[in-house]
């Protein structure tokens, strides 16, 4: 279980997380929604340090990290290892193969064989439908090709838990629903996700657990179900602003 | 003309022979060691401040250093250096210098590693950053981002500038004829002084450098090309 307590984000001329406290639980797909600029994006990469808020608590499983006390190198490598990250694009390390993309975290990070690492890299691409592209560079797949590997890679480290950063957001329909069908499967599986996106129909078939944050703040912490059934003014007016 | 040919004929194989001997290895050894340079530099100079007192002390005073020394080298003429490396610090008894390949490289080598640093500065900075942040998602450390992700993008980018300061480094190397290295210039002035032909041979070494530069460049279209699939 992952847990925020208390975060804010203060950047010299913007509050991008304002007291936000919430949880997330494993095995279950989390959805975070909101307009543009919101801090969706931010609370999200909190969760795996690549920000660091002004203040407030973050904990995974018994450990805890207080963002108002320094932070050891060591305890940040530690934590980042629980977490998996998909971005919104350009992400797959552009010098490398798509089969070296997927097994350099295991092999550089957990010190796997080479071997060892590669043999589940097959594995996984195979899973995926994606073997015959190993040999690939990422300049040479379609965009909707590079998020599914951007995927594989995240889900290589084993992470308990998935972070998806707007992972649609930079495909055409016919690429998203690519991606999202991986999603899906994933879901499925109970795999445990945490997805930033702006993807109503996608946020309505797999989340448990929507989290709408506006202007920093959660307007909303509760079930899928509740949400998109819920009579709030505001949640009702980015459900229209959104034609859902 | 039928004059040049025989010149040509005559003296290309000396020339060449100097080339492999002299000019390339010169080239080679003080580009190697400038690209260290210049990638410590870069490093140096695009690293964040520590908050731990001491290692921030010791990062103000680097980059202070790697400030001064990039601005030295390049606010100062290559000969100019030769003449105080080669000439200058042997007469104040840093003897070490008096052998006149060390001095050429040290000088040729510091040369480069300081204008290849900025080159290699814009590089890494043009390397997107959510290729930083992808590997810092894995749990890599800062040495790993650099090593694994950063760098080898950044020499891709960089190709370009670094191949114009090989080819400049190349053509420099004439300067250690100053310095009593017979390199393929120092060559062919004494050739010049003994056969009088001075236009010939100018000319003739001339098209020696020219070959080697055309060698390179060409070396660099198709290195160009090979690494442009690695992007994204």
Known sequence: MIEVKHIIKQYPDKRALDDVSATFNAHETAVILGPSGSGKSTLLRTLNLLERPTSGTLALNDLTINFEAPIAKKEIFNFRQSFGMVFQEKALFAHLTVLKNIIEGPVQVKKEPIAVATKKAQALLERFGMAELAERYPSELSVGQQQRVAIMRALAMQPEYLLLDEPTSALDPELEAQVLHVLKELATQRTSMIVVTHNLGFARQVADHIIFIENGQIGYDGSAEGFFSATDNRIQQFLNAMNF | ?232
């Not at chain 2, 003309?1 to 001997?21: D, E, G, K, N, R």
């Not at chain 2, 990638?39 to 140096?44: D, G, Y």
């Not at chain 2, 008894?93 to 480069?112: D, E, K, M, P």
């Not at chain 2, 981002?145 to 670094?162: D, E, G, K, M, N």
Request: aromatic share 12%; hydrophobic share 55%.
């Open chain 2, 1 to 232: 003309m039928t004059q040049f040919i025989q010149i040509a004929i005559q003296y290309l194989p000396s020339l060449l022979m100097a080339a492999l001997t002299y000019t390339l290895p010169l080239t080679a050894i003080s580009f190697i060691l400038g690209l260290i340079f210049a990638i410590l530099t870069a490093l140096i100079r695009i690293s964040k401040l520590p908050s731990e007192p001491i290692a921030r002390l010791i990062m103000i005073i680097l980059k202070a250093v790697a400030a001064f020394y990039v601005w030295l080298f390049r606010s100062t003429p290559m000969i100019v250096q030769l003449f105080i490396v080669f000439y200058g610090l042997p007469n104040a008894h840093i003897n070490f210098f008096a052998n006149a390949w060390v001095s050429a490289i040290t000088v040729f080598s510091l040369n480069t590693g300081a204008y290849a640093s900025e080159s290699v500065r814009a590089a890494i900075l043009s390397v997107p950053k959510v290729q930083k942040e992808a590997a810092e998602s894995l749990g890599m450390t800062n040495r790993q981002v650099y090593w694994r992700v950063v760098l080898p993008q950044a020499a891709r980018i960089s190709i370009p500038p670094l191949s114009n300061s090989l080819i400049s480094l190349l053509k420099d190397t004439s300067l250690a004829s100053v310095i009593t290295i017979v390199e393929m210039f120092y060559l062919s002035q004494q050739i010049a002084a003994e056969n009088y032909k001075i236009l010939s041979m100018y000319v003739l070494v001339a098209m020696v450098y020219a070959l080697l530069t055309t060698i390179l460049t060409v070396g660099q279209h198709y290195l160009e090309r090979y690494t442009s699939r690695f992007t994204i």
